[in-house]
Nanobody, 122 residues
Framework: VKLQESGPELVKPSQTLSLTCTES??????????WTWIRQPPGKGLEWIGA???????YYSPSLKSRASISRDTSKNQFTLQLKSVTPEDTGVYVC???????????????WGQGTQVTVTP
């Protein structure tokens, strides 16, 4: 399974950040049942943002729950993160990942994208 993030590199404060992760190459491999977004601010550790399961259930970090939304488009093999009202503190590398089961771990995911840098700046 291959995952590839896409979205804007620059976002203005107060706007909504929207990132898409496209999944490919699942034939012959373990098909994921959960997909997640994780980020790493500059100079800080990994932070779990949230996840969506194959059932459609979503799970969010308590600190981001009010601003984050994760959805999935099965017809396009994509899942999307929207983060509202961003501030410079939302700057960082955003990574999508997938696994058989959902968790709030920042590391226990089998499949990973390469990550994309997002900078929130006026």
């Amino acid at each position: 399974v291959k995952l590839q993030e896409s979205g804007p590199e620059l976002v203005k404060p107060s706007q909504t950040l929207s990132l898409t992760c496209t999944e490919s190459g699942s034939a012959g491999t373990t098909i994921p049942n959960a997909w997640t977004w994780i980020r790493q601010p500059p100079g800080k550790g990994l932070e779990w943002i949230g996840a969506i399961a194959s059932s459609g259930n979503t799970y969010y970090s308590p600190s981001l729950k009010s601003r984050a939304s994760i959805s999935r488009d099965t017809s396009k093999n994509q899942f999307t993160l929207q983060l509202k009202s961003v501030t410079p503190e939302d700057t960082g590398v955003y990574v999508c990942a997938a696994d058989l089961k959902q968790s709030n771990s920042t590391t226990a995911w089998q499949y990973w994208g390469q990550g994309t840098q997002v900078t929130v700046t006026p």
